[in-house]
């Protein structure tokens, strides 16, 4: 299986600062033949299922705001909020879905400072 | 708008069978460009995908190891739905439990069912 691992678990930020959280896999997540990795990034708040921010590692699902960005290769991907809303308070989970089973890491709580 | 609606018990007694459907409407449970999948959440597994299934010509499933030997997942066409059955459930099966659509990633999620196993 592919193992996911975010940091930080928990990340505090002032309003309108940047915020950054990190995601790795054990493996490539990169399908040479199409050239995409199979990254997805996803917010959950309290009560709701989770919700797809960003795919194929850096492209943003429609209505997304564009404060969110992904970015990354290989291994490697981050998430950033340009400039954290009181609305983005959350918990954010990056996901493979290149190969089964399609494994989340563990969660990143963002909060307000 | 498309949209899946998830039904079932929220309490099922141990060694029994936890059984949810998940309606699909503005979407077909036979398109070939996507995939049916479940997903539950504890608060000691974090996010966990069960399995999914898929119709490419015929009917693909992929089970997660964790649940191999108790998981099936049904497609009905004539309700345009997806069920999961998990047999013999322990309180570790106590979870919220997701469907989910894969499209881009995972476009596309029900409203959540909380099922807990207790006697």
Known sequence: ?113 | QVQLQQSGPGLVKPSQTLSLTCAISGDSVSSTSTTWSWIRQSPSRGLEWLGNTYYRSHWYYDYAVSVKSRITLNPDTSKNQFSLQLNSVTPEDTAVYYCARRGNAFDLWGQGTMVTVSS
């Not at chain 1, 790795?24 to 309290?46: C, D």
């Not at chain 1, 290769?73 to 340009?82: A, K, Q, R, V």
């Not at chain 1, 989340?104 to 963002?110: A, H, I, S, V, Y």
């Open chain 1, 1 to 113: 299986d592919i193992v996911m691992t975010q940091s930080p678990d928990s990340l505090a930020v002032s309003l309108g600062e940047r915020a950054t959280i990190n995601c790795k896999s054990s493996q490539s997540v990169l399908y040479s033949s199409n050239n995409k990795h199979y990254l997805a990034w996803y917010q959950q708040k309290p009560g709701q299922p989770p919700k797809l921010l960003i795919y194929w590692a850096s492209i943003r699902e429609s209505g997304v705001p564009d404060r969110f960005t992904g970015s990354g290769s290989g291994t490697d991907f981050t998430l950033t909020i340009s400039s954290l809303q009181a609305e983005d308070v959350a918990v954010y989970y990056c996901q493979q879905y290149y190969s089964t089973p399609y494994t989340f890491g563990q969660g990143t709580k963002l909060e307000i400072k």
